[in-house]
């Protein structure tokens, strides 16, 4: 039996209807699912989650995502500095070197992005992204200044100008297309990707796939997973990885093709990223109901199969309900996956943070937070750790200010988690999908299969 | 017979995309895994058959396995056959011993000649991924004497003064 492998570990009494907590462990690490697994951007975020960490000993925080492209303002530094010693042999960076004999480490390869135009520049400056990933992202970027030119151009003489949209959209599924067909290309990006997140420490090796847009794509990650398994499973342990669009889930054949995969493959842990899908509109009941589907199929099969674990990276709302429905690792950014600061129709961008309201399991800006606190006595409506110490978050500057909400959230999701595992250990579920009911969220019970 | 052999094999394109130590790297993963899949065995021709290798190579890469005791071969008239190297008795037999980036692993394994502790030297490089570099199998029953033996290699060492140096 080989330590880098994944185990998971099924207890009789971790069980109740649809939600299981199980034993997760992988290169001698074991951590308690659900667990959440912020994802991290800067060191500043890193530095929170350490702090949080270290202060708390939460032990359902025990993982963290980091995309690759934002290893190098991440954990680059960090490694450096762990592997230094000072003169009487301690090392100069104890909570991190701790961080990485306990913590889950996820570099996530986040090819999404080559879909995603704002996201291009720094994906051409990261030397840590595959160099045929860089060599896109340059093209595209000249290919759509270039168009830009010729649009205004057009303009100017009233003609009809190409829509960029279309342009990237083609750019996307060429490259995987040639990615697919060019045996060279491929060898390339796996072997990159895969020294990359070697390099920085990553626990679990995750493929570099695309955003399934459409059919061809599924094929293409279907390739690139298999292709992946078998040239890096003597590295580490491999996961699979679906990254889909919204629009996507409502395509049965794709979603059927995709469960008939995840029953079929060898891979210990599948992960899903459920890209910008807002599942709380109402007008999304079809994808709600596709969402749902995959959950119940995805709890039989961890049933079913010896060694199975499922993950789902960019949760953003359906962050609680995963965790619920026996997603081993739930993944989302502090901000939910959302850009929660952006400016609203030409409002400047606020320099305030969103705080995470673990009530109605919501962001809420800051002034909603000052009228709410107001009327709740000046005081913070929540109980953590965070909160109730020094509760004059409203009174901090802006970089203090965000910092502790971040804060906050860590603790509040820790607390989300835990109330999973004792719900599932009293045999009472139900209490979370009371909590979910109780929330701003309660369309997404939905999702929970009954 | 057809052989088991993984889910996904990559294809001869592919693995001339490799750079040479990949290549080696791959095809005796790819080979490991096959007789991980097979334990009644197998034989070369049945491999270059499953995996269109050459013949050359699968066998060259079958007797390394068998020279770092990873796999044992038994002569069968006018061919041999390849076989994993024994099953683990127990989840628990096995322990580590770290000197810098090499691993000794000492583990308990049962095969149809017996019982026998097996101690494989394992290297980690600069991405923490760890390749066997060697291992004697011993049998359980000569692993006192085997002791007794090492202790009395290890005193003449002392003697000559080479194993002091290095903190005996």
Redesign the interface.
Known sequence: MDTSKIQIVHYGHRKCRFSESVDFRVNGKTITTPTFAPRIKNDNELDIYLDVKTSSGAKNLSAYVVRLFDTKRTIQYRLKKSEQRNLIGETLDPKFSNSLKEDIILIDPALEYLYYYPMMNRLRHSSSMPRLIRKYAEQVIEGVESLQKINEEKKHNNQKTDSITAFRDAQHTNFWSCIYKDANSRIKLIRDTCTSELQFHSDILIPPVPLITNPHLLKVTFDMNEKFRALSSDKGECADYFILKQQILKNESVMDSIKAYVADSESALTIFKLKYADLTNPDYALERNAVKKLFEELFLLSQHTDNKAFALFEAGYQTFPAALCSFALVSTAYNLDRGDRRATQGQPISEYANWYDPESMTLRNHDVLSVTTKNNNGILPCYCPECTKKPSLLRENPIEYNKRVKRHFLFSREYEMQSVIDAIERQNVSMGFDKLQRSDLRILTGLLPR | MKVNT??????S??I????PA?RE??IR?LIKSILRLNETGVMVSEIVEATNLNRITVTKHLEYLVAIREAYKKDRGIGAVYYLNGR?VH?TD?LNINFGNKIYEFVKLENPEGEFVFIQEKEQDW????TVKGGIMLRCSDLREFLKGLQKFMVVAEQCGGAKKVGY
């Open positions: 993984p889910t996904t094999i990559l294809s394109e592919e001339t995309a490799l750079k990949e790297t791959y993963n683990l989840p096995r991405l923490r991924v760890t």
